[in-house]
């Protein structure tokens, strides 16, 4: 879970390098909220950079963290401050390997990484 708080801390101060370096090389997000599904450092930052430019006064407060089999589960508000749930998944050496956000409401929210 330390990972997951990091992430939070991560976005909260803007550190998109720091940020980056929780990831595992070849990490892949899916993104329920906008409909897309990426992969890589490159299109981590490409999707990341704007979110962390634009963020809303109480983006990024935790809601909600629970581990889930060998995963963590968050609600958070997202840099709109919208309630989202991530499903985080970790390798081995405990870098972010996967991550399906989706908005907090949504019925699929609770599944576990594909």
């Known amino acids: 879970m330390g990972v997951v708080v990091d992430w939070l801390d991560c976005c909260r101060n803007r550190d998109l390098d720091a940020l980056l370096d929780l990831y595992a090389e070849q990490a892949e ?43 963590v589960v968050i609600d958070y508000l997202s840099y709109e401050s919208r309630p989202v749930r991530i499903v985080f998944a970790f390798d081995p050496q405990g870098k972010i390997s996967f991550m399906r956000c989706s908005p907090a409401s949504s019925s699929c929210a609770s599944q576990g990484p594909a």
């Open 29 to 71: 997000l899916e993104c329920a909220c906008e409909g897309m599904r990426i992969s890589g450092r490159a299109a981590l930052a490409d999707y990341w950079e704007p979110k962390l430019l634009g963020v809303s006064d109480d983006a990024f407060g935790l809601e909600e963290i629970t581990p889930q089999g060998d995963g």
